[in-house]
């Protein structure tokens, strides 16, 4: 009798035991809405944590209780895979990088690179190595032919441990602009739509191709999750998550092809 209660409360607490997902500040928007959607499909609470890529790695390295971790790369959720924290890794989105510039700017994809380079413009990134986004930066400074250049003007103004945080509600990279910290920001695709939906006036500006960098992005499920997480991390990769990447601006890699 006794072994039958405990029996059920375990049974109990597994059902609504939260899931822990820990994921990029570039996917809020897009996995906050995958999650509520799996969350009304099969009434699993799901707890989210959104933050640089690169600083979550560390909490989860830290003893952090994360069950899924989408990274904005792939390195961050290997890294944890060849510690034998989880796996394996899927690429499950990809974005691209992107200019957001203040309205004032004269810019356009072909003079983008001359404008970085201009002592009088105040260019903006993430930081390497926490975030991601900065990592991607830099390796388009590194295409350019001026990376020491770039590398040396470059204002690291978010994603760091101690960055700046902006008011809650705001854009990151719209506020960044608006409070006049940069006149020209690298982020992501994805980031520059939000930050326009906020401000209209700010310019989206295309890398050109020569400088592209893409962005892959990882997903791992962490040992000792429970089985919900699997569950949760397919859901990511069906047709139904991976729909809702793309109409947030993802490219999505395990969309079905139309015929």
């Not at 957001?100 to 390497?128: C, Q, Y």
């Not at 990376?147 to 204002?155: G, I, T």
């Not at 101690?162 to 920001?185: H, I």
């Not at 989206?204 to 791992?220: C, F, R, W």
Request: hydrophobic share 45%; charged share 20%; aromatic share 8%.
């Amino acid at each position: 009798m006794v072994s039958a209660i405990f029996l059920a409360l375990a049974v109990t607490q597994a059902a609504t035991q939260h899931l822990s997902l820990f994921a990029a500040g570039s996917l809020k928007a897009a996995l906050s809405q995958v999650s509520q959607d799996y969350c009304a499909a099969y009434g699993t609470p799901l707890a989210t944590h959104f933050g640089a890529s690169g600083l979550l790695r560390e909490r989860i390295e830290a003893g952090d209780t994360a069950h899924v971790f989408a990274s904005a790369n792939m390195r961050h959720p290997m890294t944890l895979e060849s510690a034998g924290k989880g796996g394996p890794v899927a690429l499950f989105a990809r974005n691209r990088l992107c200019a957001l510039a203040r309205p004032e700017v004269t810019v356009s994809t072909e003079t983008l690179l001359d404008v970085m380079l201009d002592d009088g413009i105040r260019l903006g990134t993430s930081t390497p190595k926490a975030d991601p986004s900065g990592d991607y930066a830099f390796g388009l400074f590194d295409k350019s032919g001026h990376a020491d250049a770039l590398r040396a003007k470059a204002l690291q103004l978010t994603g760091g441990q101690d960055s700046a945080r902006p008011p809650d509600e705001r854009n990151t990279y719209a506020w960044v602009l608006d409070s006049d910290q940069a006149d020209v920001f690298l982020t992501y695709s994805t980031n520059a739509v939000l930050a326009q939906n906020e401000l209209p006036e700010l310019q989206i500006v295309q890398v050109p191709d020569a400088l592209t960098v893409g962005a892959d992005y990882g997903l791992i499920v962490l040992d000792d999750a429970p089985p919900e997480a699997w569950k949760f991390a397919m859901h990511i990769l069906s047709p139904a998550g991976q729909a809702v990447l793309t109409d947030y601006g993802f490219d999505a890699p395990a969309l079905p092809k139309g015929d």
